[in-house]
């Protein structure tokens, strides 16, 4: 008998995309790959604010230009982090023991060449590689 949990998921925001992503073949049979929030066993409260999370977070991309530093200051990252992780708690306690969650967030922090870009964004040439 299997006493773990019988749904994988993985949980990292994607640009234009999901924040939950299957990781074994019973969540992939059940869910598919991507997993919207409102194929999860969640209250409505906890997939309103997973929708406005993942809302939130393409707003951090520079659509005009990817490669280009977004418009994040440090302080909108962090709250943006700190929401996420509270939301990971939550989706954790309401799912339950039947499903697994692992955390493959990665946290937004503030491009180091945001100001070089902000003065002169047609002429921004990036002068390190970011991490």
């Not at 994988?8 to 992503?21: D, K, S």
Request: with cysteine; hydrophobic share 35%.
């Amino acid at each position: 008998m299997n006493s773990g949990p019988q749904y994988v998921i993985r949980y990292r925001f994607e640009w234009l995309g999901e924040c939950f992503w299957s990781a074994n073949d019973e969540a992939r049979g059940r869910f598919g790959y991507a997993i919207f929030p409102e194929m999860l066993p969640l209250s409505e409260q906890t997939i309103e604010r997973t929708n406005e999370l993942m809302a939130w977070h393409d707003q951090a991309l520079n659509w005009d230009y990817p490669p280009d530093p977004g418009p994040w200051r440090q302080e909108e990252c962090e709250r943006f982090n700190y929401a996420a992780r509270e939301l990971l708690n939550a989706v954790r306690q309401e799912l339950g023991s039947n499903f697994e969650v692992i955390d493959d967030f990665v946290e937004e922090k503030e491009d180091p060449e945001l100001d070089a870009y902000s003065q002169d964004p047609k002429g921004f040439v990036r002068q390190k590689q970011i991490d």
